[in-house]
């Protein structure tokens, strides 16, 4: 960043407010208690966020009748849910190139599955009136100057290879949908994909997980659990919770279980949010068909609108000692800057006029995968689901729905396909895990402007299983 871009940077985090802006922009509601006493319940969930919840609801709607309980450490959407892009997907496997990577026979039937996902997804939306800024603009994915035509021709191609309705654009046409200097090209996935409120949305799912009769307690974190003669015993501060089967939706976080932390890492991802764009400055960017992008960098950046006109720009990913899930250092200016630095890149017609409203980080669970696995404990009546990444706000209630069904033993498709019955490799632990994540951070910081030894070394950890430039 130069002195001048720093200058213009530090001006426009003036004023910004380190939290969330989907949660900071609503009002305050009351937690749902937090459980006082003892209970009993068929299912029980832990983590009230989108994989949570979605879990929930699912299980009440399949079988009104069957008791379910959610508890959550701190306040429903307090994780990952309370803090994404929330650019929606078709995808349930982190992108068709990444279903490619790892699930090479099943990739027809997993876009097939993608699609039924998001139109119940959908569907639920509409059925119960959630109020959530559904906004159905596709997505759009851009090339970085010439060199990123390839990866966007690409994508081009998978799109149509899978039954999905895409539109190659020029460089003249991609310029027509939003001004850049940067965007040589694109490839716009124009149904079924879009953007929405994440805080509305999380919201709206747990009123009507609460409505279908899910009993929720929030500030109730687990503390441990156990197996014993009466199902599994999950320990809260308040409280034993006894239940017949258990479906941990902790994510990043990777409660439950020590051996979750083995194979799923807390990566923080970093946002901000715009001031609302003036009627001016809205005519500099375009954008009037509004979808979610995504670019070809080796760091990739994505970016939205909200629905009065903020741009939300993303992708600056670091990891904190000990998969910390809260740094203090993430709440000052400091971390931003080089994420600010490719906005102004992007929309250089902003620099001197945009300020950040918001900037944030927040912890997404990272895995050789970058989807959803399941990890098994006590005979199967304990299962965890997560390992979200990316486009988990619609991915998440597939993933939860096939976790159900691995817990109630379903004889499905999906049960028996081969992302259900394997796992992610192993990361390793600490230190190594820290210094191995911070050279790799910056070398992707770094690689496309300065090459060198960085380009052997993404290449050395991509071998090992960690698809990074994806």
Same mark, same amino acid.
């Given at each position: 960043m130069t002195t001048?871009? /720093?200058?213009?940077?530090?001006?426009?985090?003036?004023?910004?407010?380190?939290?969330?802006?989907?949660?900071?922009?609503?009002?305050? +509601?009351?937690?749902?208690?937090?459980?006082?006493?003892? +209970?009993?319940?068929?299912?029980?969930?832990? @983590?009230?966020?989108f994989c949570g919840l979605w879990a929930a609801i699912q299980a009440k709607e399949k079988a009104p009748d069957r008791d379910v309980v959610l508890i959550e450490a701190k306040s429903v959407a307090n994780?990952?849910?309370?803090?994404?892009?929330?650019?929606? *997907?078709?995808?349930?496997?982190?992108?068709?190139?990444?279903? /490619?990577? #790892?699930?090479?026979?099943?990739?027809?039937?997993?876009?097939?599955?993608?699609?039924?996902n998001i139109d119940g997804f959908r569907q639920t939306i509409e059925r119960h009136s959630i109020d959530c800024d559904l906004e159905w603009s596709g997505e759009l994915k851009v090339s970085i100057g010439d060199e990123g035509l390839e990866t966007v021709d690409d /994508?081009?191609?998978?799109?149509?290879?899978?039954?999905?309705?895409?539109?190659?654009?020029?460089?003249?046409?991609?310029? /027509?949908?939003?001004? *850049?200097?940067?965007?040589?090209?694109?490839?716009?996935?124009r149904n079924r994909s879009g953007t929405v409120h994440p805080g509305k949305l999380v919201?709206?799912?747990?009123?009507?997980?609460? &409505?279908?009769?899910?009993?929720?307690?929030?500030?109730?974190?687990?503390?441990?659990?156990?197996?014993?003669?009466?199902?599994?015993?999950?320990?809260?501060?308040?409280?034993?919770i006894t239940a017949n089967k258990v479906l941990l939706a902790t994510n990043a976080f990777a409660a439950g279980h020590r051996k979750i932390k083995t194979r799923v890492a807390a990566i923080r991802d970093r946002i901000i949010v715009t001031e609302p764009l003036s009627a001016e400055q809205m005519e500099l960017v375009g954008w009037k068909n509004r979808q979610g992008i995504y670019d070809t960098r080796t760091q990739l950046n994505y970016m939205r609108l909200t629905c009065d006109n903020r741009i939300?720009?993303?992708?600056?990913?670091?990891?904190? $000692?000990?998969?910390?899930?809260?740094?203090?250092?993430? &709440?000052?200016?400091?971390?931003?800057?080089?994420? #600010?630095?490719?906005? $102004?890149?992007?929309?250089?017609?902003? &620099?001197?006029?945009?300020?950040?409203?918001?900037?944030?980080?927040?912890?997404?669970?990272?895995?050789?995968?970058?989807?959803?696995?399941?990890?098994? =404990?006590? @005979?199967?009546?304990?299962? =965890?689901?997560?390992g979200y990444s990316g486009f988990g706000v619609t991915a998440s209630r597939f993933g939860s729905r096939v976790g159900l069904a691995l817990l109630d033993r379903e004889n499905c498709a999906e049960v028996r396909m081969e992302f259900a019955n394997t796992m992610p490799n192993y990361i390793p632990?600490?230190?190594?895990?820290?210094?191995?994540?911070k050279i790799t951070m910056y070398a992707l910081d770094t690689l496309d402007e300065k090459g060198g030894w960085r380009k052997p070394w993404v290449k050395m950890v991509e071998k090992m299983g960690f698809p990074i430039t994806l």
């Open positions: 001048a871009d /720093e200058s213009f940077a530090k001006q426009a985090l003036q004023d910004t407010v380190y939290e969330t802006y989907w949660l900071d922009s609503l009002p305050s +509601i009351p937690d749902q208690p937090a459980l006082r006493k003892d +209970i009993h319940c068929d299912l029980l969930i832990v @983590g009230g966020g994780g990952a849910s309370g803090r994404p892009a929330a650019i929606m *997907s078709t995808s349930v496997m982190h992108g068709i190139d990444n279903t /490619e990577r #790892l699930f090479p026979a099943d990739v027809a039937e997993l876009e097939d599955l993608g699609r039924d /994508e081009y191609a998978m799109y149509v290879k899978y039954g999905h309705q895409a539109t190659l654009l020029n460089k003249e046409q991609v310029q /027509e949908e939003i001004r *850049s200097p940067l965007f040589h090209g694109g490839v716009w996935s919201r709206g799912l747990k009123e009507l997980a609460c &409505k279908l009769g899910v009993r929720v307690y929030e500030q109730t974190p687990h503390i441990s659990n156990n197996l014993s003669s009466f199902g599994i015993q999950v320990e809260t501060p308040s409280g034993m939300l720009f993303g992708g600056r990913l670091d990891y904190f $000692y000990g998969n910390n899930t809260n740094p203090t250092d993430d &709440k000052s200016y400091r971390p931003y800057l080089r994420l #600010l630095a490719a906005f $102004y890149q992007t929309f250089p017609q902003l &620099k001197e006029s945009m300020r950040v409203s918001h900037a944030w980080s927040g912890p997404i669970g990272l895995t050789t995968r970058m989807a959803v696995h399941y990890q098994s =404990y006590y @005979g199967g009546n304990m299962i =965890y689901a997560g632990p600490e230190p190594f895990r820290w210094l191995g994540a």
